[in-house]
C-alpha cells in the first residue's frame, strides 16, 4: 500500500467521524499537527473529486447550455428592438414632458410678474391684470394623455463636491455612513505599496492564502 492509499484509507476510516470532527474544528480551529494533516488530505482530496465531478457536470451540461444559449440569442432577437424603441421613446416623451412643464412654469412666472408690475403702477390697468392672470391660468402645464401613460417621482441625488460632503462627515454634520471608503481602489494601493501604504484612518492587511495542488 502506498502513502497516498494509506492516507485515504485513514480518511475512509474517520469517516464516520467527519461531521463532529468538522463540528470540533468550526468551534475550535485546528489544535494539533494530526488535525492539520487530516484536515489538508481532506481538503486535497476534495479538490481532486470536484474535478472529476467538474469533467462529468460538463458532459452533461454542455449540450444543455447550448440549446439554452440558443433560446436566448433567439429571445434576444426577438426582444431586443422592442427594448430599444421603449427605452429611445420613453426618454424622448419624458424629456418632452419635463421641458413643456418647464416652459409652462416659467411662462406662467412671466405672467405673474407682469401682473405684479402692472399693479404697482400709479394707474393700474385692471382689465390688463386680468388678463394677464386669465392667461396664466389658461396654461397648458402637461403632455397630451395617453392611455397606459403616467409619471411617479423618482427622487435622487448628486454628489456635486465630495470634498464638502467628506468636510460634512468630519464635522459631524451629517452620519458617516453618507461616505463609503473605495475598498477597490484602497485594495490596489495596498497590493501596489505593501509595506509603505499610508492612507489615514486605513492599514494594509496581509493575510495567507493557501494553496493546493494535486
Known amino acids: 500500500m502506498t502513502d497516498h492509499d494509506a492516507q485515504l484509507t485513514r ?5 464516520g467521524q467527519t461531521l463532529t470532527w468538522t463540528q470540533t474544528i468550526i468551534t475550535e480551529g485546528i489544535t494539533s499537527d494530526d488535525d492539520y494533516e487530516l484536515a489538508g488530505n481532506i481538503v486535497r482530496r476534495a479538490q481532486q473529486e470536484k474535478k472529476e465531478a467538474e469533467a462529468e457536470y460538463q458532459h452533461l451540461y454542455r449540450p444543455i447550455k447550448t440549446a439554452m444559449d440558443r433560446l436566448r440569442t433567439r429571445w434576444k432577437e426577438v426582444s431586443a428592438p422592442w427594448d430599444e424603441a421603449q427605452t429611445i421613446l420613453r426618454g424622448a416623451m419624458t424629456t418632452y414632458a419635463t421641458a413643456k412643464e ?3 412654469r416659467e411662462e406662467a412666472l412671466k405672467l405673474a410678474a407682469a401682473a405684479r408690475k402692472e399693479m404697482e403702477k400709479p394707474t393700474t ?11 396664466a391660468q389658461e396654461i397648458d402645464e402637461g403632455a397630451p394623455e395617453v392611455q397606459g401613460v403616467s409619471y411617479r417621482e423618482n427622487w435622487g441625488v ?9 468636510a460634512a462627515v468630519a464635522a459631524g454634520d451629517v452620519p458617516a455612513d453618507l ?4 475598498m477597490k481602489r484602497l485594495r490596489e494601493m495596498a497590493k501596489a505599496m505593501k509595506d509603505t501604504f499610508k492612507v489615514p484612518g ?3 492587511v496581509v493575510k495567507k492564502v493557501m494553496q493546493v495542488r494535486r
Open 158 to 166: 448628486e454628489v456635486d463636491d465630495p470634498i464638502a460632503l467628506c
Open 125 to 135: 390697468n385692471a382689465k390688463k391684470v386680468e388678463a394677464l392672470v386669465a392667461k
Open 11 to 15: 480518511i475512509a476510516v474517520q469517516a
Open 202 to 204: 486605513c492599514r494594509a
Open 179 to 182: 461616505v463609503e471608503p473605495n
Open 102 to 104: 418647464q416652459a409652462a
